[in-house]
Every structure is written in structure tokens, then in C-alpha cells.
């Protein structure tokens, strides 16, 4: 790495301010490990916000987020005069340096072999990691083939076999320039680089403890790095000569028999980063380093019931994986809030939820990321809340046998009626939203209330449709009474016509084989929205044009659209013509099975759409778009998000699918 990423290059000694720096040494292939740490009292940064709750005086923590064991303390060597900025920001930029050229090195998934589908770095997670977040670049299991399959859609991927050397010459020139030409990923850290980077967060400081305005609760959060290595010599004197770069004062400790480099505390956080058991190098703030080397490879993390629960639940090998303690954190926040509200005066003594609103949100969520050989599959878990809403029954619904099969986006969801319902039932009784509710509850009282309006809804479909290159769209419902959307419908018009004419609204029947289309005008755009055309372009909705609603009723569907063509286009949609029927959907339909909603997007359609509005009107752009996006655009097929319950879990899966 050269000056021109040194975050200590230009820089000397303060005028005003002493500070210690460790000159820049030559680094070698191994090191000889400090002297053991002499014990002492810790200070206030590693033991954020703790008492002593019990006989040993071992500080205990709130809200169950804190570490299980105390750290052992650390004497660290160095200036404890106050740091001036200049040394934060030499710090943030040694930290950004490193973690540039590591993160620019994990474009390296497809040059390393199928590894264990469990993380190495997974083991060294403390058991109290709220937040934890995996990179697998080694693509474990299936993940190689995968991904050389899906790539190979692209330009300058079909031959799979160079696969690996093409990842490699673009790697070395991502990393030859952010190190100005002094390092290249094969030269430099491909020997030692195994394949895995991780993250965790954890634990939050004790809520109460922002009660006074005291910043250093903040500064006391936990957090660490993981990066798996194959040659921990290797990896030792690279991370050694990169931190040696910044001039910053750095002493070697032992603890647990392993060597760990620390720093001098900035903005009150003391660092380190060590290299355990030859397997995994971990940086962060000393007390969570120290917590990864406490759990020798075996930490409790994946074996904590919503985490274990969460890798269990995997469908295969993945390349990426995010576990969120959704719940503890939602409730720290609320905890925080009602703190610094107590600080305030108690004049914002409010909840960032209601306890009631709370039992929406699952203990936790995870999220999982990997390749199938034509598609990018992203999948996301959690267990049911407390208190669930929609549907719990996983069924393919015939709703979208209704929907057109040149439609280009479609969201299917099935019982729709009750899930609003619910919704209305649930915020019903949440004082904070009564008064919105109550004028709800007024209109709909105009058309006969709630179970009028929606109660007959089950399955449906929001749609926009492609009519010749003009977009056009509306909800397709499959009703659970066949009788009461004809009667809303009557209602509707009954007091549209009473209250309408004189705000310039009119209604018209028309008849299209055998079925009444209703179609309300709204009336000129322009008057309406006080600009004209409503600020859409001219081709969509050119001056003059007026905004309608057109409705049909027929005993399988409720059809509401932009206008009557809408309407008419979903009337004359069959069996062989639906948006079921199409290869596309279908295939990915039967790919993510049975559910309670789906969610589809032709991504190919689309970009169709926008290069014939592009090409009509700067030939010159378009010409450009051509060599240099639609080449890589071209492949992309479609998007499908299909949600489904699996036990006491919610699932959904996204599929973006290449041709």
C-alpha cells in the first residue's frame, strides 16, 4: 500500500498536542508474542453501563444483550492525554484502508473451490450477537458451479473453465488500483485469504443509561470483524504492515494465549485485532475481540435458539447470510426513547411502538442470499409473531388465471378481505390512531361500512398491464359473495350521482360481451391536479384528458381499472391466454410452490419498454445504452417473490431469473 492511502502520510507531530506514534518497522513473516497482560482495573470503556447485581460484583447487563462472561482486563501502553481530531481521522482512515482492499478482494467468490457449508468464522461469535452478517466467498456446497452457471449469461462468462483466471485479472486491477499499483489481490492476499468475511453487533449498552445525556453509554456497543485465513503467518504480516503504515502507537498483549494488537483508545473505544487459533483474524473494540477468542472456535451463538433456529432453517449452501435480533432491538429502542425522554422533561415520553403493535414484530429475522444455475435467489425467515396477520394456509391461488399474460407486474394476495379486516380490528385499538379510524369508518358508513366494502374481498391482484407499450393497470378480485360487490357498485354510483355533478364527476354504463362496465369521469387532469396533465408525460396522458375508473362485476371477478380498456383487457383474458399460462410465471410459480402471496415482475418487458421510449428520443444515448448497460441488462428474465408459512416460521423467496 502506498502514501496515497497512508492514512498517516503527510502527517507529523502535533504542535500542539503530544501524542505517542510508533514509527512505521519492518514487518516480519512472524512475531514474537508480547509479554503476558498484567492485570488491572478496567475502565469505563469495557464495562459500558454494568453493575454489580451479584456476590462476585460480575457487572451485570440490561435488556439480555450484554456479554455472558466479563472480559479480562488489559493494560495497554500509551499517551492518555487527550487525542486531537486529527488522530481520530488518521484512525478512520487506517480502518478504511484495510477495509477497502478486504472488501474489494471479495469479488473473489468464483476463484476459490466448494467449501464446508458452515462458516469457520461462525464459531468465534459471541453468544449475545444481536446483529451477524456473512460473506461467503469461498461458495460453499453447489455454490461454484452455481454461480459459473449464472454468470455464464453474461458477456465474456460463457467459457465456465476461465472462469476463475477472468476473476482473477479483475481483482488484481481492482486491488493494483486502490493500492496505487503496490498490491495485487493474487500477489498479496490470495495466499492467505480463505474465503469468509463476517460481522457481528452486540451487546447494546443498558437503555437507562441514556438518561443522562452521557454519550458514553453509545461508545461502550460491541462490534467485530471476521475473516477466515489459510495462512495465518501470511495474514498475520499483512495486517501487521498495514496498520504499521498509520504511525499509530499499537502495544502486543497475550490473552488466552493468544497475541493480540491493541491500540490507544479513540473517541473512547479502545481497538484490537488478533489472529485465533491460525483459523480466523478478528478486529473490533478489545472487549469483543477478547469475547472471540474466549469461545476457541466453539461460540454460542448458533447454538442460541433464534439463531440455531434461523441456520436450520436454510434451504441449501449459500453465499451470504444477515441474522437480526428484530424484537431486543425494537424493544432497546423503545427503552432508549422512554430514557431520553425522562432526560427531555418527559415531553416526548412516546414509544417508538405500542406494546400492542410490538406482537406484530418476530423475535428476529434472517436472510440468506445464493445462486441457482439461472436465477439469484434471496430468502428471508422468521418465526410467526406474537400476534400474525393474513393468511396461514399455503395455497396456489386461480386468481391468476384472470390476470393478462402480457401483464409486467402482478402482487397476488390471497384472503385479502381478512387481512384488512384484522388490520382495522388490531389499530382499532391503539388510541393514537382513533381518530384517524373514526374518519374511516364515517366513509365507508356511506357506502354501508366495512363488511360492504371489503368483507367480500378474497384473493387479489394489483396489475400493470403492457397495452402496445402504454402502461395501464388496476385490482383484479376474485369476490367470497358473488351478490355484495354488485350491491357496492350501486351504492357507489348512487351517491356519486348525488354529491358528483357538481364537482364536474359523471358515471356511463357501457356494455362489453354480455358484461357492464361502469366507468366514473373524474374529470379534465389539469383541473383536477392544477397542472396540466397532471405532471405525467404527454404520451401517457396527453392535455385534455380526463381520469377515470372504470368497474365490472361478473360472478368469478371484480375488475377496477384506470379506464375501460383495463377492464376489457382482463374480460377477454382465458385459460390460454393468462398470465398463468405464460412459461415464464408458470415455471417460477411451481419453483417457489404453494403460498399465501406472489409477487411478479417480467424485468425483460420492462427494459423493452424503456429502450423503445429511450431510442424514439435521443438516438445518441440509446446508442450508448446499446454497447454499454443492455449487454448486461439483456439476460435478466424476470422477478418472483413468493411468501409461504412453514410451521411456526414465515418464509419468502426471491428469484431474479437470467435467460
Excluded: C
Amino acid at each position: 500500500m502506498t502514501d496515497d492511502l497512508d492514512p498517516g502520510a503527510g502527517g507529523g507531530a502535533d504542535d500542539e498536542t503530544t501524542r505517542m506514534v510508533v514509527p512505521p518497522a519492518p514487518v516480519e513473516a512472524t512475531r514474537t508474542p508480547a509479554q503476558a497482560e498484567t492485570p488491572a482495573a478496567p475502565t469505563s470503556p469495557l464495562t459500558p453501563a454494568s453493575r454489580p447485581d451479584n456476590a462476585s460484583g460480575t457487572p451485570v447487563y440490561e435488556n439480555d444483550v450484554a456479554w455472558s462472561t466479563a472480559a479480562a482486563p488489559v493494560v495497554v501502553t500509551g499517551s492518555d492525554a487527550p487525542k486531537r481530531r486529527r488522530g481520530r481521522l488518521r484512525w478512520a482512515a487506517a480502518i478504511a484502508v484495510v477495509a477497502l482492499v478486504i472488501g474489494v478482494s471479495a469479488a473473489a467468490a468464483a476463484l476459490l473451490t466448494g467449501a464446508s457449508s458452515t462458516a469457520t468464522v461462525l464459531g468465534y461469535v459471541p453468544a449475545d450477537t444481536i446483529v451477524y452478517g456473512e460473506v461467503r466467498l469461498d461458495l460453499p456446497g453447489d455454490q461454484k458451479q452455481a454461480v459459473g452457471s449464472f454468470l455464464s449469461h453474461f458477456p465474456g462468462f460463457a467459457d465456465q473453465a476461465s472462469l476463475d483466471s477472468k476473476l482473477d485479472e479483475v481483482l488484481d486491477d481492482l486491488i493494483r488500483d486502490a493500492s496505487n499499483g503496490q498490491q495485487t489481490y493474487t500477489g498479496n492476499i490470495k495466499s492467505w485469504f480463505e474465503g469468509e468475511l463476517a460481522f457481528g453487533v452486540g451487546p447494546l449498552p443498558a437503555a437507562s443509561s441514556l438518561s443522562r445525556g452521557d454519550d458514553s453509554a453509545l461508545r461502550s456497543i460491541r462490534a467485530l470483524a471476521l475473516v477466515s485465513v489459510k495462512d495465518p503467518v501470511a495474514a498475520q504480516a499483512w495486517f501487521d504492515a498495514a496498520f504499521a503504515k498509520t504511525a499509530i502507537a499499537r502495544t502486543d498483549v497475550t490473552y488466552g494465549g493468544t497475541t493480540m494488537a491493541t491500540f490507544p483508545a479513540q473517541a473512547g473505544i479502545e481497538y484490537a485485532y488478533a489472529v485465533v487459533d491460525g483459523k480466523v483474524v478478528v478486529f473490533g473494540d478489545i472487549a469483543s475481540v477478547k469475547a472471540a477468542i474466549d469461545t476457541k472456535g466453539n461460540g454460542g451463538f448458533a447454538k442460541e435458539p433464534g439463531p440455531k433456529t434461523a441456520i436450520d432453517s436454510a434451504s441449501g449452501d449459500h453465499v451470504g447470510f444477515l441474522y437480526v435480533a428484530l424484537r431486543p432491538l425494537l424493544d432497546w429502542s423503545n427503552d432508549a426513547q422512554k430514557a431520553t425522554s425522562d432526560f427531555a422533561g418527559g415531553s416526548m415520553a412516546t414509544q417508538v411502538l405500542s406494546d400492542s403493535l410490538l406482537k406484530l414484530v418476530p423475535d428476529w429475522t434472517a436472510y440468506w442470499l445464493s445462486f441457482d444455475n439461472d436465477a439469484i435467489v434471496m430468502e428471508a425467515t422468521a418465526p410467526r409473531p406474537q400476534t400474525a396477520l393474513g393468511p396461514t394456509e399455503n395455497r396456489t391461488s386461480t386468481i391468476a388465471a384472470h390476470i393478462p399474460g402480457t401483464a409486467v407486474f402482478a402482487s397476488v394476495s390471497n384472503d385479502y378481505g381478512k387481512t384488512i379486516k384484522q388490520a382495522l380490528d388490531l389499530y382499532a385499538a391503539e388510541p393514537q390512531f382513533k381518530p384517524m379510524l373514526d374518519q374511516v369508518n364515517q366513509g365507508l358508513g356511506l357506502i354501508g361500512g366495512p363488511d360492504a366494502a371489503f368483507g367480500w374481498v378474497g384473493d387479489t391482484a394489483l396489475v400493470v398491464n403492457d397495452s402496445n407499450g402504454t402502461p395501464e393497470g388496476g385490482l383484479i378480485v376474485a369476490p367470497t359473495d358473488k351478490d355484495a360487490p354488485g350491491r357496492l357498485v350501486t351504492a357507489l354510483k348512487t351517491f356519486l350521482a348525488l354529491g358528483g355533478a357538481e364537482k364536474g364527476i359523471t358515471i356511463r354504463d357501457e356494455v362489453y360481451q354480455g358484461t357492464t362496465i361502469t366507468v366514473v369521469d373524474l374529470g379534465d387532469v389539469a383541473k383536477l391536479s392544477g397542472e396540466a396533465s397532471a405532471g405525467f408525460p404527454p404520451e401517457l396522458m396527453p392535455a385534455g384528458s380526463h381520469l377515470e375508473i372504470a368497474v365490472a362485476v361478473t360472478d368469478d371477478v371484480v375488475v377496477i381499472g384506470t379506464g375501460p380498456e383495463f377492464v376489457k383487457h382482463v374480460l377477454d383474458t382465458n385459460s390460454s391466454n393468462s398470465l398463468a399460462s405464460t412459461d415464464s410465471f408458470k415455471k417460477l410459480s411451481d419453483r417457489a410452490g404453494k403460498g399465501t402471496s406472489a409477487l411478479y415482475l417480467s424485468i425483460d418487458t420492462i427494459r423493452e419498454m424503456y429502450e423503445k421510449a429511450i431510442g424514439s428520443k435521443d438516438a445518441a444515448s440509446y446508442k450508448k445504452y446499446q454497447t454499454e448497460i443492455e449487454p448486461f441488462l439483456k439476460p435478466f428474465d424476470s422477478l418472483y417473490l413468493g411468501s409461504s408459512i412453514s410451521g411456526d416460521l414465515s418464509k419468502a423467496t426471491l428469484y431474479i431469473t437470467v435467460q
